[in-house]
């Protein structure tokens, strides 16, 4: 291996043949800017929302996602990776036919704002105080990868193995 991937460890995330290290679908995939020619590397921004496959089949109909509180409270309620499982443990403990939308934050058309949680529920403070909020339909382009999303024999959830191995 060429001494400038262990300079920039950034650089270990491409082969020396400019090949993503990820598949081009996972969510932590890096995306080069520019074109070929240029070296700098960005992450996707991704964000989760939990809802039901049958809510996502009428999206991909539609054309965009939204959800009840979208209506009710002006947003959509997003997680990051870390608050998923929190997440799904307070508010959809037991239920089944879910799915995770993992979202490229960038790539959302509608307003994303990181706020103080708006409804009941006490989270773990370990995963973080501010949660994402977006503030109009989710465009199905920025979402990048959708995981099933089961609860165990107990309506508990862990997070997709998917999500935690990134190969």
């Given amino acids: 291996m060429d001494n400038k991937f262990l300079r920039n460890p950034l650089l270990l995330l491409y082969s020396p043949l400019n090949e ?3 598949p081009t679908d996972h969510p932590y995939r890096s995306r080069r800017e520019n074109g070929n020619k240029d070296i700098k590397i960005t992450f996707t921004h991704m964000i989760l929302h939990i809802t039901t496959h049958k809510e ?3 999206a991909l109909l539609k054309g965009n996602y939204t959800s009840p509180s979208l209506k009710s409270e002006g947003f959509i309620h997003c997680s990051t990776l870390k ?3 929190d997440t799904a443990n307070i508010f959809f403990k037991g239920q089944t036919g879910l799915v995770l939308l993992c979202i490229d934050e960038n ?3 509608s307003e994303c704002k990181y706020e103080d949680p708006s409804v009941g529920g006490q989270h773990d403070p370990n995963v973080g105080k501010l949660f ?3 503030y109009g339909p ?3 382009s920025a979402v ?3 995981v099933n999303f089961p609860s165990n ?3 508990l959830f862990n997070l997709p193995k998917e999500l935690i191995n990134p190969n």
């Fill in 153 to 155: 024999e107990n309506g």
């Fill in 144 to 146: 990048i990868k959708i």
């Fill in 138 to 140: 989710i465009n199905i």
């Fill in 107 to 109: 790539k959302l058309k």
């Fill in 20 to 22: 993503p290290a990820f």
């Fill in 83 to 85: 608050q998923t499982v």
């Fill in 132 to 134: 994402p909020h977006i």
């Fill in 56 to 58: 996502w089949d009428k």
